[in-house]
T-cell receptor
Framework: NAGVTQTPKFQVLKTGQSMTLQCAQD?????MYWYRQDPGMGLRLIYY???????DKGEVPNGYNVSRLNKREFSLRLESAAPSQTSVYFC?????????????????FGAGTRLSVL | GESVGLHLPTLSVQEGDNSIINCAYS??????FIWYKQESGKGPQFIID?????DKRQGQRVTVLLNKTVKHLSLQIAATQPGDSAVYFC?????????FGTGTRLKVLA
């Protein structure tokens, strides 16, 4: 049982290049999330998918797009990478989706993708 | 808006002593709080959570205390071990978002 798997683990891009970060979970979770983590900071939500077929913007969505390919997979795309997107990217999943404070949801995280944009 | 902050960016503790990591939050409507541990090069890992209708919850060697009056959350680690060295995040979940604090790095001294 691998949990949440992210690929690649490391990536170096030149400004203007595009790439897609892949995330897959094998826990049959309904909700998936993409975060970025910058040095000395907590995680900031980029996009999330409450359920298969839906995606929504988080706190810092500019410059990114996402696709919920199926229940298992949630990808993050950088169309034209910029140095400000140099960061560590984490994917997470939860069994359910918090709606009104009545549901407990623990996020399970992948190991991260370390991206440098030169 | 909502915010979460930890009181100290770094905490150094002698091995075997107890550790206390503090967190303050601003949103009174928050009713679910989570502590995560992040080791170097890894993703955050769930430690313990607490709902707003509780003021204390215990796990294995960890205790979370919630004081809603002053909007303060703390994580206590008993008999701190070298394997506890990591960055600890408190997370606020009062809407559809999970709001992460900036983290406290716990250093365990031999």
């Amino acid at each position: 049982n691998a949990g949440v798997t992210q690929t690649p683990k490391f990536q170096v891009l030149k400004t203007g290049q595009s790439m897609t970060l892949q995330c897959a979970q094998d826990m049959n979770h309904n909700s998936m999330y993409w975060y970025r983590q910058d040095p000395g900071m907590g995680l900031r939500l980029i996009y999330y998918s409450a359920s298969e077929g839906t995606t929504d913007k988080g706190e810092v969505p500019n410059g990114y797009n996402v696709s919920r390919l199926n229940k298992r997979e949630f990808s993050l795309r950088l169309e034209s990478a910029a140095p400000s997107q140099t960061s560590v990217y984490f994917c997470a999943s939860t069994q359910g989706f918090w709606t009104s404070g009545r549901t407990k949801n623990i996020q399970y995280f992948g190991a991260g993708t370390r991206l440098s944009v030169l | 808006g909502e915010s979460v902050g930890l009181h100290l960016p770094t905490l150094s503790v002698q091995e075997g002593d107890n550790s206390i990591i503090n967190c303050a939050y601003s949103n009174s409507a928050s009713d679910y709080f989570i502590w995560y541990k992040q080791e170097s090069g890894k993703g955050p890992q769930f430690i313990i959570d607490i709902r707003s209708n509780m003021d204390k919850r215990q796990g294995q060697r960890v205790t979370v205390l919630l004081n809603k009056t002053v909007k303060h959350l703390s994580l206590q680690i008993a008999a701190t071990q070298p394997g506890d060295s990591a960055v600890y995040f408190c997370v606020l979940s009062g809407t559809y978002k999970y709001i992460f604090g900036t983290g406290t790095r716990l250093k365990v001294l031999a």
